[in-house]
């Protein structure tokens, strides 16, 4: 029987399958287009960088698909996550809320990231792909699937956007521990690369530069496929092990959530935990709110807005319907380098314009001291991403008391910031600001949005 404090599965007790959200959405979202004909995509359009298995997940709209025995077996390394009862946390902000959290920071790169990374470097290899690239942002996502692909054999190519690769030099180092190259993006290596260094040779980088150096060197080998670690929804699709997890962790504890929180950059970690607990409200009607958060310096859910747009800067990519900030739109070099993302997943989209969902935007100070005010209480040094979805909580835990309502949160803690002491020294030495989007530049950015 589970602790009240820490309630856990056996590895029995773990997903066969993953759960697709879009068997049970009332709106889908508009389909993907062509970047060159503006009409929309077929398989032929993507198997040049991805393998067929996971174009039929793109477009799949059966509940269940299962999980690869292969990938079962290497989830087992970290899954079942464990789910705790944050009592301490409680106690300390005074509120009847009940605070619980998913802990993915127990996986070998300390994020949530691995659980897509794993079956996408499978399905790769079953497909006869040997080599995969990507971007990465803070580093979590290169550092999954530069695992991932030492576990199947496979070389790895990680363009990482140049704040973060100066940043967090030692996520850069696991990579390479792992056999992968790094680049800082924009890097010399790629066409786009070098053309928006001759633009901008102090360019700090950004998702979207780094999308399209990674898909435009696998979209020139036979060899060689891309991999995302957010935003479409086959990533969405693997990570919905969190929530299914979690769903069966909350019963164990005899509770249900009335509020579930994530943060937001490109989806998947929101997704993951959010979709199982969503599909009860589509289905039976359950008033559980689902709360996004993402940074205000980049508020893609929260200012953005709603239509076809490029996921990269190059325009590379496939035009995808979502919430957008705009492909050209370069975020500032916040310490959330996860969330620096103009887009967002179109599920996520689709599911906030319908009204499912909700979201929200902070300031990195108060993440800063909503993450010290937790590790403090709860022993764990959380990723400056995940403590998004941890002030939000906060928050949340402080409107219960001052209502005099017993509420039950459950957040995702995406990952440990273990590889972030730089970020949280700044904060800790004052030298850390909020950057509040300017309307201007937002609306500079929106202004070259494609016209479909």
Not at 184 to 194: D, H, I, K, L, Y
Not at 202 to 218: C, N, R, Y
Not at 253 to 270: E, L, R, T
Request: glycine fraction near 8%.
């Amino acid at each position: 029987m589970s602790s009240d404090v820490k309630i856990l599965l056996s590895e029995k007790e773990m997903p066969e399958k993953w759960y697709n959200i879009m068997a049970d959405m009332p709106n889908l979202p508009k389909p993907p287009l062509n970047p060159a004909t503006k009409e929309p995509v077929g398989p032929e359009d993507l198997s040049a960088i991805f393998p067929m298995e996971l174009i039929k997940q793109e477009v799949s709209q059966e509940r269940w698909i299962e999980i690869p025995d292969e990938v079962r077996e290497i989830y087992k390394l970290w899954r079942p996550s464990p789910l705790y009862r944050a009592r301490r946390l409680e106690k300390a902000l005074d509120t009847p809320a009940k605070i619980y959290y998913k802990y993915e920071g127990a996986s070998p790169p300390g994020s949530h990231k691995l659980n897509t990374a794993l079956p996408q470097a499978y399905y790769n290899k079953q497909e006869g792909i040997t080599k995969l690239t990507t971007e990465t942002g803070a580093g979590q996502w290169g550092m999954a699937l530069s695992q991932a692909c030492n576990f199947f054999n496979m070389e790895c190519k990680v363009f990482m956007v140049k704040v973060s690769y100066q940043q967090k030099p030692y996520r850069r180092s696991v990579m390479q521990i792992f056999g992968s190259s790094v680049f800082p993006s924009p890097s010399t290596e790629t066409e786009s690369g070098r053309k928006l260094l001759a633009a901008d040779p102090d360019s700090p980088g950004s998702l979207g530069i780094a999308i399209s150096e990674a898909v435009e060197i696998a979209a020139q080998r036979d060899d060689t496929n891309y991999a995302l670690g957010s935003v479409l929804n086959h990533v969405l699709i693997h990570q919905s092990v969190i929530g299914l997890e979690a769903k069966e962790q909350m019963a164990k504890a005899g509770d249900y959530p009335d509020i579930v929180i994530a943060c937001c950059g490109g989806g998947s970690n929101f997704g993951g935990m959010a979709f199982p607990f969503i599909h009860d409200k589509i289905v039976n009607g359950a008033k559980t709110r689902f709360i996004a958060v993402e940074p205000s310096a980049c508020p893609t859910l929260t200012r953005g807005v709603l239509g076809y747009d490029y996921g990269d800067v190059a325009g590379l990519t496939p035009l995808l319907y979502m919430y957008t900030l705009g492909a050209e739109f370069m975020p500032p070099g916040i310490h959330s380098g996860g969330l620096r993302y103009h887009g967002d997943s179109p599920l996520v989209s689709q599911l906030l314009k319908d009204g499912i969902i909700e979201a929200t935007s902070l300031g990195q100070t108060a993440i800063f001291e909503g993450a010290i005010l937790f590790a403090r209480n709860e022993g764990i040094v959380p990723a400056p991403e995940s403590s998004h979805a941890i002030q939000c909580a906060i928050n949340e835990a402080l409107a219960a008391r001052e209502a005099g309502e017993a509420k039950t949160i459950l957040f995702n803690l995406s990952g440990h910031g273990l590889l972030d002491l730089p970020s949280y020294d700044a904060f800790m030495a004052g030298k850390l600001e909020d950057y509040p989007l300017p309307e201007g530049i937002l609306n500079k950015a929106l202004g070259n949005l494609p016209k479909i």
